[in-house]
């Protein structure tokens, strides 16, 4: 199926959770994740109309930035070591897995600009995912504080891989809570007005519960033929 196609029935579903939860289509930015397909079908996803394209590899980021240039806008998805931000840093706008320290002194070190940076949050505290513990956020997030080049612009978080729709809808709800008392904290460089959560097969349920940013792959730009 063609991307517009399946970017045509992403936007009927992005519009139905909306009108349930009465929040507008366009406070939803949806991020293409193309780390599965080819340059081929990520240039078509951005004739489609989409603006942003996310990655999770460095060598991926780079191949497809090296084709599709500054036109879209590249987040970086994935877990990143230390050692590689400096081959991404110029080119993401935004990174949707900071998650220690070690990182943000990196990322601080190697931007020549202000990075907007998502804190990743285990939220289901799975032991397989990466991410910081809830209780361990407001922490973390203050002693962010003497990184000039950071912005922390919003949380994320990866859903666990069930069906469970109260499962998944706890999980969106608690990084929702989450975000509000970071918020409340009024740090000039943690605005954190972003939810970076939902991905192909849960989508609609984290925009019920306040998702801005949602990472779609497999239902945009999969199955290329
Ligand atoms: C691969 C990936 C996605 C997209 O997953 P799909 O299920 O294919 O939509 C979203 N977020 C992250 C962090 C990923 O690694």
Known sequence: MKVAAKLELIRQQINQACQIANRKPDEITLIAVTKYVSIERAYEALEAG?????????????????????????HYI???????????????EYIHSLDRLSLAKEINKRASRKIKCLVQVNVSAEESKHGLAPEDVIPFIEALHPFENISVEG?????????DEQVLRDCFRKLNKLRGQV??????FAPCTELSMGMSNDFSIAIE???????????????EE
């Open 50 to 74: 989409i603006k942003d394209l996310g990655e999770n590899r460095d060598e991926g980021l780079l191949n497809k930035w090296e084709a599709l240039g500054d036109k879209p806008v590249w």
């Open 78 to 92: 994935g877990t990143l070591q230390s050692r590689k931000v400096k081959n991404i840093i110029d080119i993401v």
């Open 155 to 163: 949380l994320m978080t990866m859903a666990p891989f069930i069906d």
């Open 183 to 188: 918020q409340a904290l009024n740090l000039d």
């Open 209 to 223: 519960e306040g998702a801005t940013m949602i990472r779609v792959g497999t239902a945009l730009v999969g199955e």
